[in-house]
């Protein structure tokens, strides 16, 4: 289940910055093409509306913003400042570790339950957006969703850390789908040719 979860969490995120990064691509080319004084192409793309798109691609952005932020707890990407607590003995650390995710999942929960009641509101209004006329309620709801969200990996990482003791770090060198490259020699030769990866073999 948690799996599909974060399979869910990376794709949602994905499509929503692929799909912003595009429209706000076409809307540029568009506002662009239309001003050349080219005959009957500018006829065409003038009759083309994307007055919309920005407006879009700000609620897209803040979506994804929202579940990025529930994503950054689960790989551990939010920066932390721990230089004093790494200095503290492991007992005393673990409590503010603890301590400081417990805080984390409260206020997320506190922030998700302010905006659930929010959009619950909102949705019994004809409030919608300027240029789409989405229905408001839609657009604030990112708010008790990622809320949530975050407050529920804030939880999972607290125990993670109490099963295991570690928490989720980043490797900011690091690209998924890239093996780590082999260790070579000062001569560029492989410090561990496929031959002798048996270090033992043969004695």
């Given at each position: 289940?948690l799996?599909?979860?974060?399979?869910l969490?990376?794709?949602l995120i994905?499509?929503?910055?692929?799909?912003?990064?595009?429209?706000?691509?076409?809307a540029?080319?568009?506002?662009?093409?239309?001003?050349?004084?080219?005959?009957?192409?500018?006829?065409?793309?003038?009759?083309?509306?994307?007055?919309?798109?920005?407006?879009?691609?700000?609620?897209?952005?803040?979506?994804?913003?929202?579940?990025?932020?529930?994503?950054?707890?689960?790989?551990?990407?939010?920066?932390?400042?721990?230089?004093?607590?790494?200095?503290?003995?492991?007992?005393?650390?673990?409590?503010?570790?603890?301590?400081?995710?417990?805080?984390?999942?409260?206020?997320?929960?506190?922030?998700?339950?302010?905006?659930?009641?929010?959009?619950?509101?909102?949705?019994?209004?004809?409030?919608t957006?300027?240029?789409?006329?989405?229905?408001?309620?839609?657009?604030?709801?990112?708010?008790?969703?990622?809320?949530?969200?975050?407050?529920?990996?804030?939880?999972?990482?607290?125990?993670?850390?109490?099963?295991?003791?570690?928490?989720?770090?980043?490797?900011?060198?690091?690209?998924?789908?890239?093996?780590e490259?082999?260790?070579?020699?000062?001569?560029?030769?492989?410090?561990?040719?496929?031959?002798?990866?048996?270090?033992?073999?043969?004695?």
């Open positions: 289940m799996k599909v979860l974060d399979h969490e990376e794709w994905s499509v929503l910055m692929a799909g912003a990064t595009i429209l706000i691509f076409v540029v080319i568009h506002r662009y093409a239309a001003g050349m004084p080219i005959p009957v192409v500018q006829d065409w793309l003038l009759k083309i509306n994307l007055s919309w798109a920005q407006e879009l691609c700000i609620y897209m952005f803040v979506w994804m913003a929202k579940f990025g932020a529930a994503y950054g707890v689960r790989t551990g990407i939010h920066v932390g400042v721990d230089v004093v607590i790494n200095q503290l003995s492991e007992k005393v650390r673990k409590k503010f570790i603890f301590f400081g995710l417990f805080a984390g999942a409260l206020f997320t929960g506190i922030v998700g339950s302010f905006g659930a009641s929010f959009v619950w509101q909102l949705a019994h209004t004809d409030s957006s300027p240029d789409m006329e989405l229905p408001m309620w839609i657009v604030y709801l990112a708010i008790p969703c990622g809320s949530y969200l975050m407050s529920f990996r804030f939880l999972q990482v607290a125990w993670n850390f109490w099963k295991t003791g570690e928490l989720p770090k980043h490797d900011q060198a690091h690209v998924e789908g890239i093996d490259p082999a260790p070579i020699n000062v001569d560029g030769s492989n410090l561990f040719p496929e031959a002798g990866h048996n270090k033992g073999a043969g004695r």
